[in-house]
C-alpha cells in the first residue's frame, strides 16, 4: 500500500526542488527542520483505504506514549492496520474500542488465522466519490435513528445448528427448546447511535423470536468458531461480512439488502460447515451457546408495583429468564424496599402486555409466553401481591 503521506512529501519535495527567482536576503527564510515539518500525524482519521484488504493484527509488546497522535495500547490488544508510516510506525484502529493513532510496526503481530477468514477486498458503503470508514465493532455512529428493510429474506439463507442425534444434543443443550433451529438477518438499524442487526429467531420447538445483535457479536463468534478448530483440521469457516457502516442518507438502501444478503449468505455457509458430525459438534455448542449468551446480556426494565408503590429496576434478560428466578428477583426487591416484610412462599405476581391485557404469572409455560414479548419490547411491567 503506498502511504498518502509519502505522496504528500513526495509532492512536497518536488515544489522545493522548482527554481525560484532571485529576491534579497529578508524574503528568504530560514529552512525548515523536519521537526518543525507538518508530519504524518497531521493527517490522521483523514484516511483510510477505500479498497485492498483488511489486516488484523495483535499487539504483542505494550506501547506507552505521550506524543501527539500516537496512541497507548495493551498487549492483547486487537487492531486494524490502517497504514505503513514513516520511521517504522503505523497507523491502526482500535477494534473492540473507540481510537486510532501511530504505534511502532514492531509491536504487532498478524492474526493470520482471522485474516485468511476474512475477503481480500471491500467495497464502498457509500454512494459515488465517498471514502469507506471502517466503524469499530463497539464504536458509536454520528447518525439518528432511521431503518433500512429489504421486501423479504429466504429461510434458505437461515442458519440450522440442531441435531439429529441424541448424543449430540446431549452435548449441545440440556433443553431443547434452547437451541436455535434458524437465523435470518432481516435488517439493519440505528439504535442509540450503534448499528444493530436485526435476527429472526425460530428456536427448535418451532416459536420464533426478533432478537438484536452488534457486529462486534458476529465477531466473537467468529473468533470463537476459529479457536475451536484443530491446526490439523480441515474444516474452513466462510468469509466473515465486514460490518456496514450507515453515515447520514449517503448510503444507498439496495447496498444495505445488498450487505444484508452476505450476511445471511455466511450464516447459509456456517450451517453446511457444522452440519450434524461428530467433528463439529464443538463448534455447534459454540453457536448454540452464542445464541443464549448474548440473550442473557439484552438489558431488560422492570417496573413493579408493590403495596401502592412502583419501583423500577434494570436487569438483564438472564436474570428473569425463568419464572423461578423472576420470583427471586422480586422477593428480594420486597425485602429490600419493604421492612420487615417476611415472604413465605410464591408471590402472586400480574403483568400487563401492550399497555392493557394483564395475564397472572402462575407457572413457567404462561411466563415463557410473555417473555417472548419481553425480549422484543425489553420491558416487563409487574404488579406483585404478598
Sequence with gaps: MVSIFATINDSVNKQTRVPRRKCSVEAISQPISKKECMDESHFIGKYTPSSGP?????????????????????????????????????????????????????????????????PNNHASMHKANQFIDLTPPTSPSTLKSYVFTPASQSRGSSLSVTSSTSTVVAQESTSPQENTSFCTVLSVEMKDNRVQYKLNVEKSSGKEVVVYRYYNDFYKLHTSLLNEIPDSATIRLPNLPLPVNLVDKEVDEAVIAERIDMFNSYLSKLKEVVANNRDTAGLRSTIQKWFKENEDRIPIKVKVLIKGDYYVMKCNYGDISTYQKLQVLLKNKVQETKEGTIVAGALRIKTKIDGWYIVNLTNDEIYEEVLTKVRNSKKLVLEVSL
Excluded: D, M, W
Excluded at 505494550?62 to 486494524?80: D, E, F
Excluded at 497507523?91 to 488465522?113: D, M, N, Y
Design 54 to 118: 483488511l489486516k488484523f493484527y495483535i499487539v504483542q509488546n505494550a506501547y506507552s506514549s505521550s506524543q501527539a497522535k500516537h496512541i497507548s495500547v495493551k498487549r492483547g490488544t486487537l487492531v486494524q492496520l490502517v497504514s505503513h508510516e514513516n520511521e517504522g510506525l503505523c497507523l491502526i484502529k482500535l477494534v473492540r474500542e473507540v481510537g486510532t493513532g501511530l504505534i511502532p510496526f514492531q509491536c504487532l503481530q498478524e492474526h493470520s488465522s482471522l485474516n485468511g477468514s476474512l
